[in-house]
């Protein structure tokens, strides 16, 4: 094995470890960021002599951060879990006040307008809800 | 170049088998099918990098598993997002709070979630009420150790 697929692999599993020890969304992808970088610069002398394998390695340890970061999100989020919590009475989070919150949300992020006391979507929204209706439609999602 | 081509075409493929054997169930629900398939899509591609002597196995096998890990993120996030869902149901027409809160429970709501629950056995029914199985009890410690 070369020195760039070593690299590659610390990277990999230093993701892992970050994703397990780091708990804070932000403070994760920090830690992604900067192992990222520095896989790029450890790696840089053989990017230039195999472009593609590099390339092809960046992408993967790029899409493991993304990927790792949409887990923690949903582990912290997830109304499911926080059901099945409440039911094995663990958690008291009541299940409207999990609804309520996202609306907080579609504000916060701008994809909402308030008028005449409706929630109508703003442009971005719009766009947004276009592109969540193809997904539902491609991945035979119920829409 | 031809690998890159080769492993693009096996992940794709992967991931349009995943969503046949998915056929509309919820992620929760079929993530054994889902991990025997990409495990098998790697696993050829990789006996395939083997055979023909290529070098790339490693560097393929950090692409697969970022991407394994992206598409299961964002498939779930997709699927199960309350944000993405009330932005679908607003294409319709404007809503006031409750309406939209009604709207979405109408789809997905609190029963329709514990039914899913309890097809992914992480909940069973008893004469006494709901409760949560080993498996269920299982997901619960899994995700308190990783949140």
Redesign the interface.
Known sequence: MIDMEWFGIGAFALLGLSFYLVRGIRSFLACSAALLVGFALSSSPQAVARPVEWFVMMAGLLASALGLWTVRLMLKRSVSLHLLGRIDGVESVAFHDDIRERLNDLRAFHLVRCRDGRNALSPLGQAVAAIVAACYAMLMING | ?TQ?FL?AADILLTAAGS?LA???RKM?TGLWRVLVIWISGYAAAAAWLVRHGHS?V???T???????????????????S???R???L??QR????A???AA??S?Y??AA??E??HRGG??VRGRDG???TPK??T??LF?SK??
């Open positions: 170049m890159v492993a969503e998915l056929r509309r929760q790339g490693v560097v393929f950090i692409f697969w598993s970022g991407t394994f890990l992206a598409w299961f993120g964002m498939r779930s996030h997709i699927e199960s309350i944000v993405l009330m932005l679908f607003l294409r404007p809503m006031t709070d309406e939209l809160i979405y429970a789809h709501g609190e979630r514990v899913e629950l992480l909940v709901i409760h949560v269920g009890k997901v619960l995700a990783l949140r």
